[in-house]
């Protein structure tokens, strides 16, 4: 385990250098001009040398190359630079985001794992059944539709027409504090969307795998020996079917990311999608360098600790990928 992932953290070092650069390169290329985006309405009646200094301390006036080995540079000493559209440091804005979007994402990952699981087992048990062509059904529904249209749905439903849950912020109107009671009540709907949107491929994964653990060989054995039904599938099927779910964690992280940022725009959850849509309409180079690198540490990590679980599950496999 821990050569592995010291080759997957060294393999991890060109693959972020690489992604950072590709940020400034498609920055560049961007119709975006940051230094209106910055001025604003101001920017429509400024003289251009007022435009031209502006460019200068926003330091948009360098080169590609030298913009993006300066940010680089400073990085590696932990200075991520100053948010030109959010008027404070990179680092603050991602400090300030980044928990609430952990806690949206890793609940609603949570309940999608385990609701998947669930439907999954229940409907590989009687396959052709009802059960299983409902719920087969309802995941190929679900995974056509998109993150926002279910979020609007939810808004609809749940906040508008029967008022349960409220429509999306972090806390009440008007309230100025913030309680652990407001923010399990706001993050309800958001999480329950976020893991709507990725149930489907958890249910599909374990219903196939649970489905062909039950007809091979030693899944056959146990039950001739006269296992009870539910021992068979707990203890035998269950834990042979769950590998390719394992291999799964890894691949659906750029999805739960992208699905995150879309809910949380719908909700108007305080995490990081706000800030993603400001640095890319504003060319932010700073803040969307810092946020592009921190989607990709997160797959890469999604990657790693998929392979980790799979390596652990079942020992024939070993670490050496």
Known sequence: MGRMTLRRALFAVPVIVAVTFGVFAIAEASPF???????????LTASQENLDQLRVNLGVDQPLVT???????SALHGDLGDSGVMRQPVADVITERLGWSVLLAAVAFAAAVLLGTLLGVLAARRQGGWL?????????????????WLGLLAVWLFALKLGVLPAGGLT?????????????SHLAL????????????????????VAEALEEDPVRGARARGLAPRTVLTGHALRSGMLPVLTLIG???????????????????????????EAATSVDFPLLAALTVLATVAVLLGNLLADLLYGLADPRVGFDG
């Open 67 to 73: 913009r993006w080995w300066d940010w680089l540079t």
């Open 190 to 209: 958001p999480a329950a969307v976020l893991a709507v949107s990725q149930l489907p491929w958890f249910l599909l994964y374990v219903r196939q795998g």
């Open 251 to 277: 691949s659906r992280v750029p999805e739960l990311i992208t699905g995150a940022l879309l809910v949380e725009t719908v909700f108007s959850w305080p995490g990081i999608a706000a800030a993603t849509v």
């Open 132 to 148: 299983d062509r409902a719920v087969s059904s309802l995941a190929y529904t679900l995974e056509a539709a998109p993150p926002f």
């Open 33 to 43: 001009d940051p230094v209106k985006a910055y001025a604003g309405t101001a920017g």
């Open 172 to 184: 009440d109107t008007g309230s100025s504090t913030v309680s652990a009671g407001q923010v399990l």
